[in-house]
C-alpha cells in the first residue's frame, strides 16, 4: 500500500523563527491533508491541498503531486503553533477508503 | 462549517461494561470513521462505513462494532469495556466525491479510561 513519510519527527524552534515541515508519499492521491492535533487532541484542518499551494496567514503548504511530495511552511512561529502536525493522504481511486496518514511531526516552540 | 460532534470528551467506564461513543455529521457526507490513537501507535481505523447500514471493517475491529442506522450518526459500541480500550477514539466523515472536495474532518475525540 502507498507509504507517507513525514520530517523532521520533532522540531523545537523558538519563537518568531520559520519552518518546513516535509510530506513524501509513494503514489498517486486523490487527496491530500495537513492536519494539527492540539494539546486536547483536536485534529484541526489546516490544508486540503492534492496539488498546489494554499496560504492560509502564517501558514502556506504545496503539493508537486507529479513528484510525490507536499510542504508545510510555518512563518513567524508562535507557542500556540506547538503541537503534532500530520500529512494524510487519500490513494487514487479511493473514495470510499481510508486516509492514510504520516506519523507526523511534533513541534515545540518555545516563547 | 462542517460539524462533526462526539457525545462525550471525556468518560470513565469499569471494566466488562457496554460503552457507546457516538458522533454525528451535519454535511450529509456518506463516509464516517472510527479511529483510536495512542501513543506510539498513531491513528488506527476500528471501522467505517461508506452508507447508512453499511459497515466495512478497519484495521482493529476486534472487541468493538458499529451502528449507522441514519447517514449522519455512526456509534462505536464496545460489547465489554476492557482495560486495553482506554485510549483517545475521534471520529471523522468525508464525502464520496463525485466532484466535491475529499476532505475529511474529525470530531473532538473522546478519551475514554477504562479501569
Known amino acids: 500500500g502507498i507509504q507517507v513519510e513525514q520530517s523532521p519527527p520533532d522540531l523545537i524552534l523558538q519563537e518568531g523563527a520559520n519552518s518546513t515541515l516535509r510530506c513524501n508519499f509513494s503514489?498517486?492521491?486523490?487527496?491530500l491533508q495537513w492536519f494539527h492535533q492540539n494539546p486536547w487532541g483536536q485534529l484541526i484542518n489546516l490544508f486540503y491541498?492534492?496539488?498546489g499551494t494554499k496560504q492560509n496567514g502564517r501558514l502556506s503548504a504545496t503539493t508537486v503531486a507529479t513528484e510525490r511530495y507536499s510542504l508545510l511552511y510555518i512563518s513567524s512561529s508562535q507557542t500556540t503553533d506547538s503541537g503534532v502536525y500530520f500529512c494524510?493522504?487519500?490513494?487514487?481511486?479511493?473514495?470510499?477508503?481510508?486516509?492514510?496518514f504520516g506519523k507526523g511531526t511534533k513541534l515545540s516552540v518555545k516563547p | 462549517d462542517v460539524k462533526v460532534t462526539q457525545s462525550s470528551r471525556y468518560l470513565v467506564k469499569r471494566t466488562g461494561e457496554k460503552v457507546f461513543l457516538e458522533c454525528v455529521q451535519d454535511?450529509?457526507?456518506?463516509?464516517m470513521f472510527w479511529y483510536r490513537q495512542d501513543p506510539g501507535l498513531g491513528l488506527r481505523l476500528i471501522y467505517f462505513?461508506?452508507?447508512?447500514?453499511?459497515?466495512e471493517k478497519g484495521d482493529i475491529p476486534e472487541g468493538y462494532s458499529v451502528s449507522r442506522e441514519k447517514k449522519e450518526r455512526f456509534s462505536l459500541i464496545l460489547e465489554s469495556a476492557s482495560t486495553n480500550q482506554t485510549s483517545m477514539y475521534l471520529c471523522?466523515?468525508?464525502?464520496?466525491?463525485?466532484?466535491?472536495?475529499?476532505?475529511?474532518?474529525f470530531g473532538p475525540g473522546t478519551r475514554l479510561t477504562v479501569t
Open positions: 503514489d498517486s492521491v486523490n487527496n
Open positions: 462505513s461508506y452508507d447508512v447500514k453499511m459497515k
Open positions: 471523522a466523515s468525508r464525502t464520496l466525491g463525485r466532484g466535491a472536495s475529499y476532505e475529511q474532518y
Open positions: 491541498i492534492p496539488s
Open positions: 454535511m450529509d457526507h456518506e463516509n
Open positions: 494524510a493522504v487519500l490513494p487514487y481511486g479511493g473514495s470510499q477508503g481510508n486516509l492514510i
